[in-house]
């Protein structure tokens, strides 16, 4: 797969420019998907994505909650238990 680089970020109302000074990002629950943030939104991105994988997490550690979610939410939950 080939990756194009974006030319600015992509954080809300960011005015960052220019490929030199962007960062790839995939969000927790979209690995297939990269977003290209400046290095502050960079760190937000990976500060939000964290938190809400960590409450998706805790949420589905019940297997009774875990009944309900659609294939592609488990494939997650099981992807990412396993590294506990
Ligand atoms: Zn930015």
Same mark, same amino acid.
């Given at each position: 797969?080939?990756?194009?680089?974006?030319?600015?970020?992509?954080?809300?109302?960011?005015?960052?420019?220019?490929?030199?000074?962007?960062?790839?990002?995939?969000?927790?629950?979209? &690995?297939? $998907?990269?977003? #290209?943030?400046?290095?502050?939104? !960079?760190?937000?991105?990976?500060?939000? @994505? *964290? /938190?809400?994988?960590?409450?998706?997490?805790?949420?589905?550690?019940? &297997?009774? $909650?875990?009944? #309900?979610?659609?294939?592609?939410? !488990?494939?997650?939950?099981?992807?990412? @238990? *396993? /590294?506990?």
């Amino acid at each position: 797969m080939e990756i194009v680089k974006a030319e600015k970020c992509e954080g809300l109302a960011c005015k960052v420019r220019g490929a030199d000074k962007l960062f790839p990002f995939s969000a927790w629950d979209k &690995p297939d $998907k990269v977003n #290209w943030f400046c290095s502050e939104h !960079l760190r937000a991105a990976k500060a939000f @994505s *964290e /938190k809400e994988k960590q409450a998706f997490m805790q949420y589905y550690a019940d &297997p009774e $909650k875990r009944k #309900w979610l659609p294939h592609t939410s !488990l494939m997650l939950y099981e992807k990412y @238990s *396993e /590294k506990y």
